[in-house]
């Protein structure tokens, strides 16, 4: 099924033609992109470049909801963020989220006033939990795009899973969308199949993620309901043709690579990290409850299984709720489970079967571990945080080859319900650390929606709250708890998803960043508008302290807003009407717009009309 881009053909031909017009030495932006789960590819959940917010201003008089966006269903996938992308004859920061009702949207990242998505797809009817007898209802309701997108490198394409029925019939297919129209890639979609594979009863829950020209798809259960098997599918960037199949347990059942959402760690080679959830283990072909290398041609390299791996299948404590991340500038991987129990593992020697062989494995939180973040710290070194279920935030001290086994800091309040919290920190460098924990406010998330609060504490003491998100609700409440979903946390702004309202069938991103506190910025200079072929080209000064720019037109008296959000200082559009046109153009940033800059006029005569074959 083809989706549906709100981009329509003279906006396509904007962004070709665009570059034609006379280009002003463009500003440098240092922005930030988050291009894949949890940050990067080792899954630390760390954003390191973070310069606008720090333990100084995060807090309830400085900091606060910005504006949210409503969409049409519950989103499960942490929000991806794009800086730059060419859209409809400007360039914006974009930040993409998915819906469970198989949508995908693309929301300008800045501007409060742009409400209406820059573009949104949507693949048809999703499949439900209640289109099988799962026996719970760990999805609430649809789970049509559960798992988390990823982009490229190169900023031109998001991958993304979509589940949907038609005819009575499931199918999962991964389209490859062009980030800048929502429209499907050549290639794409490309539907999923291999043996065994079942595409209502398998759950895309982890990220997708990228290694070696491959996208990669991880695959886990609803409810451990079978038949279901752990499976990881690999597939050409451009041709979407498969390249491989892993399959966790042939000719057993389970082994699930579940993560709690979280997409499997790469390591600068291209070797891939991940664990299983509960399942059949035999050490040769079916490899539940393990720790499992593959190399980017999804080749088995090698794995760990813990010594009581039976007890914890009979139990249903999956070693994988945490997922596997990669200690930086170390040979380690580590993760944890629903026992606690925290695994510090060589990745040049997993080593088979027996506790033995891991580095390290300790109780690190009294249950179910779902969520970890990395920082090195000026102040306090190497460190690993976790807010377990029903337990405790604590920070771990890694000292360089294991981790302390007693924590450095230990928050005094206590979660109450599954499944703790998600984590995200940012800083700049090793300084101005901020932990972000997104954690419902009361009780249990495991069968129904509740609502949620965002934490922001000091990394460098997290008994220090910098603020919540309930402790101003009217302005700063983003309402139910998206379950498993990490803040995004980028140039000044924290992007975090929400289940919305209700209990099934709402949802919405809300974006927290610094409120006004000064004067808005300049106007712009230099405003020049000429015409070329079909279009009008306007350019202008970059502005210093601007962060976006508007551009209104007035003809016959009459002015609109023909563009806003833009991050460069060129736009281009359609000379539609003759006439006399004035283009003005205004510097937005956390305080606000400027006035307007001078006038820059171009006369359109006449309306090019775009040739025709015959």
Known sequence: MRPKSRINIYRIAQNALCSSFLALPLISFAQVDVLTHHNDRERTGANLQEAVL?????????????????????????????????????????VYVTTVNNSVYAFDANDANATAPLWHVNFGAPASVHDADFGCTDINGNMGIVGTPVVNAEKTTLYVVA????????????????????????????????????????????G?????????????????????????????????????????????????IWQSGQAPAVDDKGNIYLITGNGSWNGTTQFSESFIKFDSNMHMVDWFTPTNHFQLDKDDNDLNSSGAVLIPGTNLVIGGGKEGVLYVIDTDHLGHLGDEHAVQHFPATSSHLHSMVYWKSARNGELIYIWGQRDKVRAYRFNGKTIDETPLMIRPDKNDGHPGAMLSLSANGDKDGILWAAIHATGDSWNESRPGILHAYDADDINHELWNSLENPGRDDCNNYSKMAPPTVANGKVYLASFGTENIGTGQMCVYG??????????????????????????????????TYTVESTQGGVAHIVASGLTRPEFTESATDKGMTK?????????GQSVRSTAADVAIEQVPHPRHKH
């Open 583 to 591: 283009y003005f153009v205004m510097s937005v940033n956390a305080n």
């Open 208 to 256: 997708l993620f990228l290694s070696g020209g491959n996208v990669f798809i991880g695959y886990a259960s609803h409810c451990d309901k079978d038949p279901y098997h752990g499976f990881l599918l690999g597939y050409n960037t451009a041709s979407l043709k498969q390249i491989g199949v892993f399959n966790t347990s042939p000719g057993g059942m389970e082994a699930s």
């Open 163 to 206: 589940l949907t029925k038609a005819g009575g019939q499931f199918s999962q297919r991964i389209h490859a969308l062009d980030l800048a129209t929502g429209a499907d890639l050549p290639n794409s979609p490309a539907a999923i199949q291999a043996p065994g594979f079942d595409p209502l009863m398998q759950n895309q829950r982890p």
């Open 514 to 547: 610094l409120l006004p506190s000064g004067p808005p910025p300049d106007a712009p200079n230099n405003v020049r508008a000429s015409i070329h072929g079909r279009f009008v080209g306007v350019t202008w000064s970059a502005v210093p302290q601007a962060t």
């Open 54 to 94: 720090t333990p100084s201003n995060v807090n309830t008089k400085q900091f606060g909801m910005l504006f949210k966006r409503v969409v049409d269903d519950q989103l499960y996938g942490q929000p991806l963020l794009v800086s730059n992308v060419k859209i409809a004859g400007g360039w914006h920061d974009v």
